[in-house]
């Protein structure tokens, strides 16, 4: 990529996963290290953009030259993205959100008692953050982009995800034992509404950044 082809853009990107307590020491969470989401920031800042970095539980080192705001849950990963990207020429949610949270958080400790069996789990639905964020754009020109993270039917439910959530651009990643959630590496294929499909062969996190960066910088 041409030097400093972000210059004078801000770009937010979400890192990640989010943790929804049930108590003061549980919670529900998954497995993403953030890694996808750095490696994001990393280029961006190489690119010459102004980063903001919203992360989600990482444990990582700040990116240099990026802004980064920590968050816990779902709703406080919302409220930082909507401050956030009010001014932002581009958003990329890498971080991934729980669709739910528990319905009630107990200030104390669950505890378990003996002979009975264990209460029900409630779940309430978390707000979905990409799907607001592509239907009311702050100002025209935004650039969304979403990631997905999938098991089976990997093309299949990219296209239904990207079409349901409304974005420009949704990173589709396999979930694999060497690449998406906590590994060095990745695979991908880009998918944009026109139909169009870019393929991003196995390699570091960086490579696939770079990829989404130039679709990015092309809408622009
Ligand atoms: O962090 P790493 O270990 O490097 O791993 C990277 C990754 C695998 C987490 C990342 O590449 C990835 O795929 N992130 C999305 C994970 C996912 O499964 O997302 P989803 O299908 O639940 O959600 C789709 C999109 O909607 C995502 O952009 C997500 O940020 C967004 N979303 C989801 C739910 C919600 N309530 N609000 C959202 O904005």
Redesign the pocket.
Known sequence: PALADLAGRHVVI?????REPLDPVRFLG??????????LARTAVARGARVTLIAAN?ELADPAGADVVRVET?RQ??EA?LKAAADADAL????????FRPARYATGKIKKKDGEEPAPLELV?????????SAARPHAGQIV??????TDDVLANGRA?LAR?G?DL????E?GEH?????EE?E?VVLAPDGTQTPVPYGP?EA?ADVVWDLVAQRW
């Open positions: 979400s890192a990640g996963g989010t998954n497995r993403s290290s953030g890694k996808q989401g750095y490696a990482t779902a990963l919302h993205v990329v949610m890498a971080a991934a959100v729980a669709d639905r978390n707000p979905d953050i990409l799907a607001e964020l982009v979403g990631f997905a993270a999938e995800k959530k974005c949704l990173v589709v990643n979930v690449k998406a959630f906590g590994s990745n991908a996190k696939l």
